[in-house]
């Protein structure tokens, strides 16, 4: 039991007996990655049942705003708890499709009491006219780490009780306007046909855990220089994933509470650069350590492929390139980039393989001097699309070696670690890996005069014939 003046939701959700089966074998880590994952798999699910919700509803939530694209559902108002003063008051509801702010009542911040645990537990209790969820990222009884939800009215209710203390407390001018939702969406006992509609959506959108006797093996594409060559210590791997989630929740926040300062009219010019400029930072961390996340994934899995798809390279690259321009510029590079008149789909994973492909570039810009230039080319190479990145530096720059990459140490079996900068890379065998695991093959070669060419090939989607792509 907490210490706090009110209960926590995990604790109301507990006493409601929706508690999970505990076991013993699973480290507080694994735990922690397992119920962030079911939490995003069932917003995505309560998303999909808000579309559905004919009359609207009301969605509260804490530390940050949960619907993804709330322009899409303007008969649901949104309420964020927060700890943070600063934005206490503020309306963080998104416009429309079209401009105008959407029709439903104005949703708000409401402040939270200093230490209040609401802001490092997320929670989200919805309301509508045909269903009532409370979702909480929480702690069991036992206090790990777990995901819990419940659409008993009974337990959205003591919910909603000691979330009202809490507007009583903080934000009394509030009080009217919430008691008239929540009298207008009371808690209803739902059809069981939805209930478990969304248990398959969350199903559906919930990536595959990692089986705990799969993380002992590792692959590497070397000879085995010994028996314990391919094993990647178990502590190592939790490590790594607890760092993974460690930076990346911060980077999150403080991006979303960036994205919602933008939105604002009343930011001078200046403000708005600097708020993309930390957007755009807090961007690139999140993917580089989504990307360490899914390199240990790959590395402690026994499924070293991932579900393919049919991808549009095309739509990466555009994606992908001017962002690939602005680290370029940052760094007083230039970008070169040779296509093809069409290019074909492949089959890969689109997020990852910017992700990955990202990697690349930035490793590249990182082994060149000023004025240097990367340059990228997509061709055709009989059934597979080949994509080659090569760096090359100045000609009174070519054989300084004092610009070429700087010094790695390698931190265990996944990760570089750079001294001079501080910054975290994969090593390129888990590069490679990760590469593979996306359907393609990573081929690095070191030249004297240019440093690391990377030639990728990728897989063409089977419906594409090779004679149809016009170089």
């Given amino acids: 039991m907490s210490e706090w003046i009110f209960p926590t939701l995990s604790e109301i959700l507990v006493a409601s007996g929706d508690v999970e089966l505990s076991d013993t074998q699973i480290s507080v880590a694994s735990r922690q990655l397992r119920a962030e994952r079911e939490w995003f798999g069932a917003i995505a699910a309560l998303e999909a049942l808000l579309q559905s919700a004919p009359d609207g509803g009301a969605v509260f939530s804490a530390p940050l705003p949960v619907l993804s694209q709330p322009e899409t559902l303007p008969q649901v108002s949104s309420w964020l708890f927060t700890p943070n003063s600063m934005f206490a008051g503020f309306p963080f509801q998104l416009p429309s499709a079209d401009g105008h702010t959407a029709t439903c009542e104005t949703s708000d911040t409401l402040a939270l009491l200093p230490g209040d645990p609401l802001a490092s537990e997320p929670f989200c209790l919805a309301l509508t006219r045909e269903f009532s969820v ?241 340059q990228v080319e997509v061709s055709l190479a009989g059934h597979q699309l080949k994509l080659q990145l090569q760096p090359q530096a100045q000609k009174d720059e070519y054989l300084n070696r004092s610009h070429r990459m700087p010094l790695l140490k390698s931190l265990g079996q996944v990760l570089m670690f750079q001294p001079e900068t501080g910054s975290l890379s994969l090593n390129l065998n888990v590069t490679k890996n990760i590469f593979q695991a996306l359907g393609g093959k990573l081929i690095v070669r070191e030249r004297p005069e240019q440093g690391e060419v990377f030639t990728l090939f990728l897989p063409l989607e089977p419906s594409k014939a090779a004679s149809e792509i016009r170089v």
């Avoid at 008993?152 to 009583?168: H, K, S």
């Avoid at 799969?214 to 094993?231: M, N, W």
């Avoid at 992908?320 to 007083?332: E, G, M, T």
């Avoid at 093809?340 to 689109?350: E, G, L």
């Fill in 134 to 374: 409370l979702m909480v990222q929480g702690e069991n009884a036992s206090g790990d780490p777990t995901f819990l939800f419940s659409f008993d009215p009974e337990a959205v209710d003591r919910a909603w009780q000691t979330l009202r203390l809490r507007v009583v407390l903080m934000n009394p001018s509030h009080l009217p306007k919430l008691d008239r939702l929540y009298k207008i969406f009371a808690p209803v006992e739902p059809n069981y046909k939805l209930v478990t509609q969304f248990t398959h959506a969350l199903l559906s959108y919930l990536p595959d855990p990692i089986a705990e006797h799969e993380k002992r093996t590792i692959r590497d594409p070397r000879p085995l220089q010994a028996p314990t060559a391919d094993v990647l210590a178990s502590a190592d791997v939790e490590l790594l994933q607890a760092i993974s989630h460690e930076v990346r929740t911060p980077l999150t926040t403080i991006r979303t509470l960036t994205r919602l300062l933008l939105r604002r009219k009343d930011i001078p010019a200046d403000a708005v650069k600097r708020l993309e400029v930390i957007d755009r930072e807090c961007s690139e961390q999140i993917d580089r350590f989504n990307l360490i996340f899914h390199a240990v994934e790959i590395e402690t899995s026994a499924m070293k492929v991932s579900a393919l798809a049919t991808t549009s390279l095309e739509e990466v690259l555009e994606q992908s390139i001017p962002r690939w321009q602005k680290q370029a510029n940052q760094r007083n590079l230039t970008l070169d980039v040779i296509l093809p008149q069409q290019i074909p789909s492949v089959m890969s994973d689109p997020t990852m393989l910017d992700q990955a492909l990202t990697s690349l570039i930035e490793r590249s810009a990182r082994s060149l001097p000023a004025g240097g230039s990367i």
